[in-house]
């Protein structure tokens, strides 16, 4: 599976963006979908996911009611609509994939900076 992400940026706080992540390679409607992210000194960060048939998780403490994670089957896409952007949110974003339970197909990342 490749993942191509992209849509990351330099936006102020409280704005919005959207990232876009485009797979291929494999039957993209059988796939788990998912953001992390990291931030500079820190570990990686698990942000949310979709599953094949559309649940949707979300890192509660971080995210959750600013971000939104969806797919669309037709075009082999996931996206993250991001919301009321914080300077905590900025980092490198990462489209993941998985067919089990291990996220084992990892986009190259795209970069969110955050100004205050």
């Known amino acids: 599976v490749q993942l191509q992400a992209s849509g990351g940026g330099l936006v102020q706080a409280g704005d919005s963006l959207t990232l876009s992540c485009a797979a291929s390679?494999?039957?993209?409607?059988?796939?788990?979908m998912g953001w992390f992210r990291q931030a500079p000194g820190r570990a990686r960060e698990f942000v949310a996911r979709?599953?094949?048939?559309?649940?949707?998780?979300y890192n509660s403490d971080s995210v959750k009611g600013r971000f939104t994670i969806s797919r669309d089957n037709a075009k082999n896409t996931v996206n993250l609509q991001m919301n009321s952007l914080k300077p905590e949110d900025t980092a490198v974003y990462y489209c993941?994939?998985?067919?089990?339970?291990?996220?084992?197909?990892w986009g190259q990342g795209t970069q969110v900076t955050v100004s205050s």
């Open positions: 390679g494999r039957t993209f409607s059988s796939l788990d």
């Open positions: 993941v994939a998985r067919t089990g339970t291990t996220w084992v197909y």
């Open positions: 979709i599953t094949w048939l559309g649940a949707t998780t």
